[in-house]
């Protein structure tokens, strides 16, 4: 399925790349329609690489309203939690003389709380707690698949069987206004 939409990709590490790669794959998106930018590893906060970087990229996506673009952003919640986060990306913006992102704005913002591996460990039938920090990294990257599966379903379903962790049922909320076509 071709989509005329590009997707600017504004995230952490690589399990966030590869895991929105994925989960865009599996809707029939192109990858050659999806730029990361990517914390470089090794080179301190990538937290605050996002943040910093996000006022430059709602910017560049702001430019481009003609186009059909897109800015999505994975940033950790750690113990900051979803709303937390979101608000130092709008006081980020602030700080450059930016108006923060509007509800309508092409962008959409995932949040996992306390990390990308705690979406994981509930994926695979755990109780979660977004308040803990130590639920296990996966061995390689690549090792999503099955969680970009089961998440795809979850989000497409009006009703779950169990209720999603806050910030994956704000994630999948969000996702929905990207567009299909």
Not at 35 to 63: C, D, K, M, N, T
Not at 145 to 171: I, M
Request: charge should be positive; proline fraction near 6%.
């Amino acid at each position: 399925m071709s989509r005329s939409v590009r997707i600017v990709l504004l995230c952490e590490d690589r399990q966030h790349e590869t895991f929105v790669k994925q989960f865009l794959l599996r809707d029939g998106w192109n990858v050659r329609n999806i730029r990361p930018v990517i914390s470089p590893h090794g080179r301190g906060s990538a937290e605050q690489f996002v943040r910093e970087r996000f006022p430059i990229e709602l910017q560049a996506v702001r430019a481009k309203r003609g186009e059909r673009v897109w800015l999505i952003v994975m940033i950790d919640g750690d113990d900051q939690g979803v709303l937390a986060r979101r608000a130092s990306l709008d006081d980020a913006c602030t700080a450059r003389g930016i108006v923060p992102v509007g509800r309508s704005e092409n962008v959409l913002i995932g949040v996992p709380t306390w990390s990308i591996e705690t979406w994981f460990a509930f994926l695979d039938g755990e109780d979660v707690d977004e308040t803990r920090r130590d639920y296990p990294r996966l061995p390689r990257v690549r090792h999503c698949q099955r969680h970009v599966d089961e998440l795809s379903e979850r989000c497409r379903q009006d009703r779950q069987s169990t209720p999603l962790p806050p910030s994956l049922e704000d994630a999948c909320v969000q996702y929905r206004r990207l567009p299909l076509r």
